[in-house]
T-cell receptor, first 110, second 114 residues
């Protein structure tokens, strides 16, 4: 992977609403797109990933979509809860290198 | 317990004083990697290793060295630290080639270079 742009950098949502984070990448050879969540003071942890032969993947309240033609992928969190407050990182990979976006700080307001 | 450990967790040092941050994993993972995390820049890969004695540069390798003499250990060496290397450092490992598999991160090492 090479440059990954992530937007927005901060996101504040009301509890119960949805949150969407978008990433674009430039390396057309990228074929693996993970999302990591980092709570304050903790290490990043994988929450969901998608491979280039799949357009969408869902796991309970989180889903990821991938548009290879447009070179962008998105994270969707539905019915947000206070524990969803964290920094989220997208990443892309081509073989052995992994490139992360700059991160999105999500705040869920009670 | 399956884990990635790093030592030290916190380190304050002075410019030019060589230091090593250790990283060890007990999951028999082939792939290990070092990242630095800076505000507004996300996680940037410094070096990675696909297996013993096989290492390669990531996106920001300048000023760092690594070695992989054993499968479980992947130390990060700063031969002559400078203030711009003040950062939060994470080691990570994964079962196979890192790009295709979940990265398991260590707890992080906060380094300050004065």
């Amino acid at each position: 992977g090479e440059n990954v742009e992530q937007h927005p950098s901060t996101l504040s949502v009301q509890e119960g609403d949805s949150a969407v984070i978008k990433c674009t990448y430039s390396d057309s050879a990228s074929n693996y797109f993970p999302w990591y969540k980092q709570e304050l003071g903790k290490r990043p942890q994988l929450i969901i990933d998608i491979r280039s032969n799949v357009g969408e993947k869902k796991d309970q309240r989180i889903a990821v979509t991938l548009n290879k033609t447009a070179k962008h992928f998105s994270l969707h969190i539905t019915e947000t809860q206070p524990e969803d407050s964290a920094v989220y990182f997208c990443a892309d990979s081509n073989d052995y290198k992994l490139s992360f976006g700059a991160g999105t700080t999500v705040t869920v307001r009670a | 317990e399956a884990q990635v450990t790093q030592n030290p967790r916190y380190l304050i040092t002075v410019t030019g004083k060589k230091l090593t941050v250790t990283c060890s994993q007990n999951m028999n993972h082939e792939y290990m990697s070092w990242y630095r995390q800076d505000p507004g820049l996300g996680l940037r890969q410094i070096y990675y290793s696909m297996n013993v004695e096989v290492t390669d540069k990531g996106d920001v390798p300048e000023g760092y060295k690594v070695s992989r003499k054993e499968k479980r250990n992947f130390p990060l060496i700063l031969e002559s630290p400078s203030p711009n290397q003040t950062s939060l450092y994470f080691c990570a490992s994964s079962a196979l080639a890192g790009g295709y598999n979940e990265q398991f991160f260590g707890p992080g090492t906060r380094l300050t270079v004065l």
